[in-house]
């Protein structure tokens, strides 16, 4: 699959999270011209010197500035990939009211600005938006709630663009990351019998999700090769969600 992207030009937002440089660097490694976008005042230095980097808010006027400097720098935009800030995917152990709905609000407004601001010249030419998004989305997870409910409007808002742009080979598609050593901590500390070795063996492959099963699956849905796909929610999980709520009894 090495060169598939060649002559693409690919952009990615939210350079904060921890996705964002691996996803990154297998983009430019297959081929496709990179702007960066930093919407979340992160800083680019580990990303590739060859990108070009933008500087952009998540408000519809900045995202759409962003990406007309995109146009302008490397001649269009096929690929859009929007990664949350990493503040996305913290519990809510000391959320207040405003905090629980700001997250929710900055989680849905970035990629309903960018979805926005990239449809117009991509109805044009064609072209595939990819938003990561989180596990909390796909339903009952205690303790996430507002990344849980951002997600899930995510999700949903992907769904209705999808069946909305299909006409205008505008494909939109939902990236779901599974279980990050970070996360499982996160879990490990919040549960009843604290333990990473419980959160691994949740998975039903038994292992963390690695960095490089990630950055495969995005691959797989920018590649020329998935026109077909669209509206598709892609959890690179290990099986986590799929498993559904049997370990509520299935307790070790």
């Not at 995005?218 to 796909?229: D, E, H, R």
Request: glycine share 10%; with cysteine; hydrophobic share 45%.
């Amino acid at each position: 699959m090495t060169g598939c992207l060649e002559g693409k030009v690919a952009v990615l937002c939210g350079l904060s999270s921890a996705y964002a440089a691996p996803l990154a660097e297998a983009l430019e490694r297959h081929g496709a011209r990179l702007a960066l976008v930093e919407t979340d005042g992160a800083r680019s230095g580990q990303f590739s010197a060859q990108a070009l980097t933008l500087r952009s808010p998540s408000t519809a006027d900045d995202a759409t500035a962003a990406l007309e400097s995109v146009y302008r720098s490397l001649g269009g935009a096929d690929i859009l990939v929007t990664c949350p800030p990493a503040t996305a995917y913290l519990p809510d152990s000391a959320a207040t009211q405003t905090s629980f709905m700001d997250r929710i609000a900055e989680i849905l407004n970035q990629a309903y600005v960018w979805s926005a601001a990239a449809h117009p010249h991509m109805r044009q030419r064609g072209g595939v938006i990819v938003h990561v998004t989180g596990l909390a989305g796909m339903g009952g997870w205690p303790g996430w709630l507002a990344a849980g409910a951002g997600f899930a409007a995510v999700h949903n808002l992907i769904q209705g663009l999808a069946v909305t742009w299909a006409t205008e080979r505008v494909r939109i598609n939902g990236l779901v990351p599974g279980v990050t050593a970070e996360m499982a901590e996160h879990m490990a500390r919040i549960a009843p019998q604290p333990s990473l070795e419980v959160v691994r063996k949740r998975i039903p492959a038994e292992r963390l999700m690695p960095m490089e099963a990630l950055a495969n699956a995005l691959l797989y849905l920018v590649n020329p090769s998935a026109s077909f796909i669209t509206g598709d929610l892609l959890r690179v999980d290990g099986g986590w969600d799929i498993w559904g709520r049997l370990h509520a009894v299935a307790k070790s």
